[in-house]
């Protein structure tokens, strides 16, 4: 079994630490993990994180991206924005994002978050690079922004937990939806139904650790590794077997990203 982790902050888990971050990849390979994208994201003025530093550390393993996440565009400055651009058009940032739009926590207005959202998706377009979008009660809202946009084939709706109704609005838009561990939860039964409805060209799979750690894992700080536990519930709810699944996932993400396949 060779699984992608379509969407972690591998940064985040290895805190400036390449030993840890090699331990923690060593463990995904060892789970049947054989890639990570690796989600670059603006920390503060100035930093945009370590997903670039690990990507030179770990080039086969890891694909990198690069965003400004919605929580964050009130505080970004121009300046930033700039250097942001930049660095999306580096030939090893093969996506942009994560971007997109959250209305739960609302640290950023919504206004600000929409044309954040927007700029991302007019980089998205003008590079030629994918795009990977956050989406938080703000369904209607993002659902025409992309449309609007025009970027719906080339994106991702990351950690996607919606019902079969909203992943029909999506996949109509040519998106992708990518399953976390929220799958593996007792409250998402709606989600389990609108992944049997994902056509086979249109499904990844993700950890967005180190959050949303799947049973049996829950509990537990979320790494690469545990991405097997989501493969063999969506296997399950599929009816299909673990390792074709983890084989069509993999040939889905790698197209995404332009790597092949």
Not at 124 to 133: E, F, I, S, T, Y
Not at 137 to 160: K, M, P, T, W, Y
Not at 225 to 252: G, Y
């Amino acid at each position: 079994m060779q699984l992608i982790d379509a969407h972690c902050h591998l940064d985040v888990l290895a805190k400036g630490s390449l030993e840890l971050a090699k331990a923690i990849l060593e463990r995904a390979k060892e789970a049947g993990v054989a890639h990570t994208v690796a989600i670059g994201q603006w920390r503060r003025e100035g930093d945009f994180g370590g997903t670039l530093e690990l990507l030179e550390a770990f080039p086969s393993e890891l694909t990198a991206t690069m965003g400004i996440h919605p929580h964050e565009v009130g505080k970004v400055l121009e300046k930033d924005w700039g250097e942001w651009e930049r660095l999306c058009m580096l030939e090893g940032v093969h996506a942009i994002g994560e971007t997109g739009l959250d209305y739960y926590y609302k640290h950023s207005g919504p206004e600000q978050q929409r044309e954040a959202f927007r700029r991302h998706c007019q980089l998205a377009k003008r590079l030629g690079k994918p795009l990977v979008v956050h989406m938080r009660e703000a369904h209607e809202d993002c659902i025409h922004i992309l449309r609007e946009e025009g970027v719906g084939e080339q994106s991702v709706i990351h950690c996607f937990s919606g019902d079969v109704w909203q992943a029909e609005a999506y996949l109509k838009l040519g998106c992708c939806l990518s399953i976390s561990g929220i799958v593996t939860y007792v409250s998402a039964e709606a989600l389990r139904e609108a992944v049997k409805s994902i056509p086979d060209e249109r499904l990844l799979l993700e950890t967005d650790s180190p959050y949303l750690a799947p049973v049996p894992m829950r509990g537990k700080q979320n790494e690469p590794a545990f991405v097997v536990h989501t493969a063999k519930a969506v296997a399950k709810i599929r009816k299909t077997e673990v390792e074709l699944l983890a084989q069509l996932c993999s040939a889905n993400t790698l197209r995404f990203l332009g790597r092949g396949v």
